[in-house]
């Protein structure tokens, strides 16, 4: 059976900006749900400080968990070849950060959707600069995973390879055995497009996923679909919520990834209510799980 992560998707402020909580307090909200490990982020403040890298990694061990993934988001499509050196080179530090932690899979991303940027040449940049970036995660053992990403949160602009397309074509373009996909059914609605078709596209390169669900808040999907992704944040016609209960159908989304021979980590980035919204979606997708892959035991291939 895939294992089970979580992120802490409710406390990104508190433990990456104002530093009202500490990781070692996350770490024991997280212990205590059902799951078989915590989804890391390199910017919690306390990562800076190489000192703490094993400590939190002790700390979730104890609790019998372990750190199976990292989230960071290097931005590769810049022209400026000494502004991509320093996105490399921050990439080699999350790799490293990845193994100290114990570690599998450290997320990569294209970058940003530079106005001046056409696709060729965008696909062509980030695929160099993930190419570069793989022998070095190789020797570490680490898996890179590129995930189909809406924005992070500080952009100017949207992923470069939001659109499906674009994203396959990134992903065909990159053929090593430690780089595959992350999946987020979620993001691709905020691309305006069907995460069930990006799954069959991509399916036999998915070796993480990323667990979640959206709403429409006000307004239809054909609104969403006109909707510019200039501005900073995430679309407002979507938000967060509990699993099971938004836009994603996670009985063809599992048949799709069993089907494929899927056993690895399934990382639940929802929760942006509080820890009661958590364990309820913690329950449905450990449900789902185990509905899918019964009677299957042991570690996730690697």
Not at 9 to 29: N, P, Q, T, Y
Not at 41 to 49: R, V
Request: charged fraction near 30%; include cysteine; glycine fraction near 8%.
């Amino acid at each position: 059976m895939p294992k089970l992560a979580v992120f802490p998707k409710a406390f990104m402020v508190a433990l990456c900006k104002d530093g009202s909580m500490r990781v070692s307090e996350w770490i024991e909200l997280a212990a205590k749900l059902d799951i078989d490990g915590l989804e890391w982020y390199a910017g919690f403040l306390e990562m800076k400080d190489e000192k703490n890298w094993p400590i939190f990694r002790r700390q979730v061990e104890d609790h019998g968990k372990t750190i199976p993934m990292m989230c960071c988001s290097p931005d590769f499509t810049n022209r400026d070849a000494a502004f991509r050196k320093n996105e490399i080179k921050k990439q080699k530090r999350w790799i490293d950060m990845t193994h100290a932690l114990g570690g599998s899979y450290c997320r990569v991303l294209s970058g940003q959707k530079r106005p001046e940027l056409s696709v060729d040449e965008g696909v062509q940049l980030a695929a160099d600069c993930i190419e570069e970036c793989l022998p070095y995660a190789q020797e570490r053992n680490i898996t890179l995973i590129i995930e189909n990403h809406y924005k992070d949160d500080f952009w100017e602009y949207p992923e470069f390879a939001q659109k499906m397309d674009i994203f396959c074509k990134l992903v065909d373009k990159i053929n090593h055995p430690f780089f595959g996909v992350n999946y987020d059914p979620s993001n691709t609605y905020l691309a305006g497009e069907d995460p069930i078709e990006l799954l069959r596209r991509v399916a036999h390169r998915v070796v993480t996923m990323h667990a979640s669900d959206r709403y429409l808040k006000e307004g239809t999907m054909e609104d969403l679909r006109r909707e510019e992704g200039g501005a900073q944040g995430y679309a407002k016609r979507l938000s967060h919520g509990e699993i099971g209960k938004g836009l994603n159908d996670y009985d063809a989304i599992f048949s799709i990834l069993k089907a494929q021979g899927f056993n690895s980590w399934i990382s639940i980035e929802d929760g942006v209510d509080g820890m009661d919204q958590l364990e309820r979606s913690v329950a449905f997708v450990r449900k789902k799980m185990q509905q899918y892959w019964p009677g299957e035991g042991g570690r996730p291939s690697l």
